[in-house]
């Protein structure tokens, strides 16, 4: 079970970090993702980390905004999404995700086996 929690309504500019629970499977072995999907377009890739924490990966519209985490340290497997810099267009439902597929970070999401209900995060100009 993936459960996403932390998103809210931020101004331009501000900043939100967003958590993902991961519990009842092994997800310390799973790389883990963050994807978001705006009204009236399709699910995109945000960033993804893998299940050491050692390689991240990140799209090109949040580059150096937006930083991925995890904390393997206990049986819920916490996943973060720090975003500064928050602009209009960063407005989506995100989904946490995880993958199975541990040879790589994965940046579609069919390559993601288990996913959270999604947080909204409305950025106002």
């Known amino acids: 079970q993936l459960q996403a929690s932390g998103g809210g309504l931020v101004q331009t500019g501000g900043s939100l970090r967003l958590s993902c629970a991961a519990s009842?499977?092994?997800?310390?072995?799973?790389?883990m993702g963050w994807f978001r999907q705006a009204p009236g377009k399709e699910r995109e890739f945000v960033a993804g980390?893998?299940?050491?924490?050692?390689?991240?990966?990140?799209a090109d519209s949040v580059k150096g905004r937006f930083t991925i985490s995890r904390d393997n340290a206990k049986n819920t497997v916490m996943v973060y999404l720090q975003m500064n810099s928050l602009k209009p267009e960063d407005t989506a439902v995100y989904y946490c995700?995880?993958?199975?597929?541990?040879?790589?970070?994965?940046?579609?999401?069919?390559?993601?086996?288990?996913w959270g209900q999604g947080t909204l995060v409305t950025v106002s100009s």
């Open positions: 995700a995880a993958s199975s597929r541990r040879q790589w970070v994965g940046v579609s999401s069919n390559e993601y086996d288990y």
């Open positions: 009842g499977r092994t997800f310390s072995s799973y790389n």
């Open positions: 980390i893998s299940w050491r924490g050692g390689t991240t990966y990140y």
